[in-house]
Structures are given as C-alpha cells and as structure tokens.
C-alpha cells in the first residue's frame, strides 16, 4: 500500500494486495473508485470492496489500486435555487471538494454547470436544490 507524495492531499491512491482486509482512515471517506485492478475476480463497490465508519474493506478476491477522496474537515450544506436564480452559500474556510448528497429538486445539479465552488463558499443555479458535503480547510 502506498499514500501520495503530498500528505495534505484528500486523494489518496492505495494498492491492496491483501484478499479480505479492512483498512482504517483518519479522515471520513467521501468516494473510493478502483483505478486499475490486479486480480482475476471481480472487484465491485458495495460486493468486493467498499467503505464503511472510516474504513476501506475488501473480500472476495479483489485486489486493486484504489483511489480514495476522503476529508478531515466535512461538511454537509443546503444550498437552493429558487426560481432558477443564482445562489451562494458560504463556508467556514476554503472549499477543497463538493459533491451533491441528495437532491431536492426536479432540475438537474451538475458539478460546474448548475452547482460548484467558488473560495469560502459553494453555488447553486438553473433550479438545483439539495444538500451537498463540502470539504473545507
């Protein structure tokens, strides 16, 4: 297993060579995706491998790189757009990473087009509603 070469990154890439093992995070993980697969049996999120109260596991065989977004400083904000008008939302501190949670509304919310971040704060438009963790320093 190997961490990348700047530890204040909250994307971390993790080789797991173990068959079944969990392996434990400080900070709360937000996503973990397999960025190449080194074995025979399928890897599949939520089957093979997964996360869970700060943990990584894996079972069944699968043995993967992993990269792991994961955030010492997360936060869960509502942010809405009413009557498809902009809308700002501040944040205590820089925001590092924001991802929908649960979505209110019948428009669309996607990264960069109808929400995303701008410094202390994140933005809503085009209708998105919902609830987003937002990762801040």
Known sequence: M????????????VRIYKLYTRLKFRHVIITL??????SRSTCTLNRSFG?????????????????VCS???LKEVDCDSWDFRFQSCPVPGFVTYVQIKEKRSRSDCILDQSYGSSQSSIWVDNGCRGRFYVCHA
């Open 2 to 13: 190997f961490w990348s070469s700047d530890p204040n990154d909250f994307v971390k890439v």
């Open 33 to 38: 995706q397999v960025i190449r697969q080194h």
């Open 51 to 67: 996360y869970e109260n700060g943990q990584i596991w894996v079972n069944s065989g699968c043995r993967a790189t992993f990269e």
């Open 71 to 73: 955030c010492a400083n």
